[in-house]
């Protein structure tokens, strides 16, 4: 596991003390979720004040609706890295932070061709073309992002097919989205409180939290699995996973 740890210098009267502000486990075993948040993006997109609290709150909601999940890691801002995201193949480091949990958030600035990172590590943007995902854990990934999601003619083949390999859903947007801190949160309420299925959990957080946008998710299906029906582990029925898709299915609605 890749070990990465940002220091935060705290100047006190007489003494200066390292606190750890990013921490991350040893490889994830049981039912893992992690989250990663950019807010701060160093000029290179707006700040968005509300990603990092967003991430925290999704962390707080796992704890509380949960004795058997843990979070596995949490990057922030400038430790929140693309190769994070990146398939191992394709020089990435996905097999140790974020294919390596069961569920994943990201929340920050995004379009149809991927989402954006503050920082240069090892792009500043996770590309389609860089993501192979659940072909060694990861069952759900929620992209609090701007039009990743986008409705048109090529989203099968950007987010689609050439990213599902076990990976049973993306959870995002069709539209821009407005930074909300909520999302994750009421995610997991429902998700996990009222044992809600995926899909659904994740369209009433998008429409508790604002009006006027597009939410959206991509599903994948193959002869055996059944991802319409999946819950959260632990938490109902859950799919075995889509190796191997042989369908896509995609979903959107307004928050109206």
């Known amino acids: 596991m890749y070990n990465r740890t940002q220091l935060s210098l705290l100047g006190l009267v007489g003494l200066t003390s390292l606190m750890p502000i990013q921490t991350a486990l040893a490889d994830c075993s049981g039912r893992c979720a992690a989250w990663e948040a950019v807010g701060?993006?160093?000029?290179?997109?707006?700040?968005?004040?509300?990603?990092?609290?967003?991430?925290?709150?999704?962390?707080?909601?796992?704890?509380?609706?949960?004795?058997?999940?843990?979070?596995?890691?949490?990057?922030?801002?400038?430790?929140?890295?693309?190769?994070?995201?990146?398939?191992?193949?394709?020089?990435g480091i996905d097999d140790a932070?974020?294919?390596?949990?069961?569920?994943?958030?990201?929340?920050?600035?995004?379009?149809?061709?991927?989402?954006?990172?503050?920082?240069?590590?090892?792009?500043?943007?996770?590309?389609?073309?860089?993501?192979?995902?659940?072909?060694?854990d990861l069952e759900w990934l929620i992209v609090d992002a701007c039009q990743v999601l986008k409705d048109d003619a090529g989203k099968w083949n950007r987010w689609g097919w050439p990213v599902f390999e076990g990976l049973h859903y993306i959870l995002g947007y069709s539209t821009n989205t407005f930074d909300k801190d909520?999302?994750?949160?009421?995610?997991?309420?429902?998700?996990?409180?009222?044992?809600?299925?995926?899909k659904s959990a994740w369209v009433k957080a998008t429409i508790l939290s604002e009006n006027g946008t597009t939410a959206a998710y991509m599903r994948a299906d193959n002869g055996s699995s059944d991802t319409y029906n999946d819950h959260l582990w632990g938490f109902g029925f859950t799919s075995s996973d889509p190796d191997n898709p042989t369908t896509l299915y995609y979903a959107s609605w307004s928050t109206n």
């Open 40 to 91: 701060e993006y160093n000029g290179t997109n707006p700040d968005l004040p509300k990603t990092v609290p967003e991430g925290e709150k999704f962390q707080d909601a796992l704890a509380k609706h949960s004795s058997t999940w843990i979070n596995d890691f949490a990057w922030r801002d400038n430790a929140a890295w693309e190769r994070d995201f990146r398939d191992e193949t394709l020089g």
């Open 97 to 136: 932070y974020g294919d390596d949990v069961d569920l994943l958030l990201f929340a920050g600035h995004g379009n149809s061709s991927g989402f954006y990172f503050g920082v240069n590590q090892d792009d500043l943007q996770v590309h389609y073309n860089d993501a192979i995902l659940g072909d060694k």
């Open 182 to 198: 909520s999302r994750g949160e009421d995610f997991l309420k429902y998700a996990m409180k009222y044992g809600w299925r995926v």
